[in-house]
């Protein structure tokens, strides 16, 4: 009897989930990853448990990490996450179970909820870094990135750095030429809202037999792109000026080809981006509407919510109940802000609005009841 427990126990342990295909694709907010946890006294649920636990943990800390200011307090934020941690997941999927002797591993696939986390990090008042450019940017004949750099912060824009050696710089250019989605981990991990790619396209033209001057034709190709939800990419706008300069030396002819192709487009990278960069650290907060509206005037409350508070962009329906509807608010108010401005919305006819916090740290609660009149 023993012996045929242990079996089960063991098959149970080894079963592989068939793929995920959604953390397969390079676009998804999917991310794989693994928890360990040692068995004690032959609990095998509980060491399950306790693993699942700690990569959930580890699939949020990956999020936070990128974007705090501060190394200082990581240790106690790190356990402040660590009670409600499942609150802060979207959905996961268990892909494997391993154990090795006493040492149970788990592969999870797993997708943050980023508007709750957001909520939580705000409601902890965690220091974060602002948001900025990330500036990526790499030419044969010379260094474009200083004069790109000094032109952006003369129009103060704040302009971030990411973790790359220099020499990487040439390829991360390539890959967000044929692949914009590719800026996704980079915008993540240098806390940047817009990346700016900056190629160049130089080309030797016919030599003067003459005097044996050669001239060469450099063209720079300036794209921002700005990361969106689901994994997107959204490209805000695109620059390209081209200079030409002949001499004896090819290099130098480059050189200086360049060198007029960017006095050109640095000034005018800086005076188009500044409409198109947020104005502010934009989040989304949710917002619980209860009472028994009905559908044509929910949805006409949604529309009035989005289109006439300040600081507001956006306002989606996330999830239906019984008399109890979750807003998704895109706005770059925190939430007492946001719980402020609520109160000016003009209830529907015959309907009382009441605006008060909501049931989780970062929420908001709205409370629709009918008048006496009504």
């Known amino acids: 009897m023993r012996l045929f427990v242990c079996t089960i126990v063991t098959l149970a342990l080894v079963v592989t989930v ?16 693994t928890g360990t946890a040692r068995i004690s006294r032959g609990r095998v649920r509980r060491a399950r448990g306790a693993a699942t636990h700690r990569a959930l943990l580890a699939a949020v800390w990956r999020q936070v990490q990128p974007r705090l200011a501060s190394t200082q307090g990581q240790r106690r934020l790190k356990q402040q ?11 996961f999927r268990t892909r494997k179970v391993t154990r ?11 997708t943050v909820d980023k508007s709750a986390l957001g909520a939580r990090l705000l409601a902890l008042k965690v220091p974060l870094k602002k948001p900025g450019v990330l500036l990526v940017a790499f030419c044969d004949d010379g260094q474009l990135a200083p004069a790109f750099t000094r032109a952006l912060r003369s129009m ?9 050696p220099e020499e990487r710089r040439a390829a991360m250019v390539q890959i967000a030429k044929t692949n914009p989605a590719a800026i996704l981990p980079w915008a993540r991990t240098a806390n940047a809202a817009v990346v700016v790619v900056v190629r160049c396209e130089s080309r030797t033209l016919s030599r003067v037999a ?10 720079l190709v300036a794209v921002a792109l700005a990361p969106q939800g689901h994994g997107n990419v959204r490209q805000l706008m695109r620059l390209d000026q081209t200079g030409l300069s002949h001499d004896v030396d090819v290099k130098k002819a480059g050189q200086a080809a360049l060198v007029r192709a960017l006095r050109r487009l640095a000034p ?22 209860q009472g028994p509206l009905g559908l044509a005037t929910l949805l006409k409350l949604t529309r009035q919510i989005g289109a006439q508070l300040p600081g507001v962009s956006a306002v989606t329906p996330r999830r239906f109940g019984r008399g109890v509807t979750w807003l998704a608010v895109r706005t770059t108010c925190d939430p007492s802000a946001l719980q402020q401005i609520l109160t000016t919305v003009r209830p529907p006819p015959g309907w009382l609005l009441r605006v008060s916090k909501g049931p989780r740290p970062g929420t908001v609660d709205i409370r629709a009841e009918l008048t006496e009149d009504s």
Not at 81 to 91: A, D, E, F, N, Y
């Open 18 to 33: 068939g793929p995920d295909v959604r953390a397969q694709r390079p676009n998804s907010d999917v991310v794989l990853i």
């Open 81 to 91: 996450l660590s009670k409600g941690v499942r609150q802060l997941i979207k959905r």
């Open 100 to 110: 090795a002797g006493r040492e149970l591993t788990v592969l999870l696939a797993v």
């Open 156 to 164: 103060s824009i704040r302009v971030v750095a990411g973790p790359w």
């Open 210 to 219: 003459a005097t044996g001057v050669i001239g060469v034709r450099s063209k």
């Open 268 to 289: 005018r990278l800086a005076t188009a981006l500044p409409p198109t960069l947020p104005t502010g650290l934009t989040r989304t907060l949710l917002v619980r509407l």
